[in-house]
């Protein structure tokens, strides 16, 4: 193979490999941008300035403004998927309330509430082999969550007695009540 022959394979090389780093890092810049200028009138506000000598054709200052409330943090995705499911729940549209969950479950899959909330839906959907396997996983998240687990243990009962374990309903229902 002559030299002449390997130079555009290695420069067309080059280019792919540039072409897909460029890709790379353009997929990665932010979509829009944010405006901070709520940030920044609190930050001029808490910074001292040097008052400058008033001149007499300079108006009189005025009191300082009252110093606004806090900018409340926005609700997370998967907070208003799990508010939104509630309440299709409760008016009785449990395949709207299950979108949202799945949906609120692939943002944030370590979330108890959230797995607790699955299993709920899928016990009124009379599904109680997956709502038993819903509260356990549940369960495995929740730490030290002693009123969720206590929920889950509940359902867990109900569930075990739908499908005729009463052993396993009595078992769920001594371990809610520790």
């Known amino acids: 193979m002559s030299e002449r022959n390997r130079l555009p394979y290695s420069s067309a090389r080059k280019t792919v490999v540039l ?3 460029a890709c790379c890092l353009a997929s990665c ?8 200028s709520a940030y920044r009138d609190d930050a001029a506000r808490q910074t001292p300035q040097a008052s400058a000598p008033e001149s007499p054709t300079t108006p009189p200052r005025q009191s300082a403004p009252e110093p606004r409330a806090a900018i409340p943090p926005p609700p997370s995705q998967p907070g208003v998927l799990f508010t939104n499911a509630n309440k299709a729940m409760q008016a009785g549209q449990l395949d709207r309330a299950e979108m949202q969950l799945e949906r609120a479950l692939r943002l944030a899959p370590r979330d108890p509430q959230l797995w607790h909330a699955m299993a709920n839906l899928r016990f009124r959907q009379s599904n109680y082999a997956q709502a038993i396997q819903f509260c356990l996983k549940s369960n495995s998240l ?21 499908m005729g374990q009463k052993e396993k309903a ?9």
């Open 29 to 36: 810049a932010p979509k829009k941008a944010v405006d901070t």
């Open 142 to 162: 929740a730490g030290r969550n002693k009123a969720l687990l206590r929920r889950n243990w509940l359902l867990l009962e109900k569930a075990y007695l739908k």
């Open 170 to 178: 009595a078992d769920a229902r001594r371990k809610a009540d520790e």
């Open 19 to 21: 072409l897909a780093l």
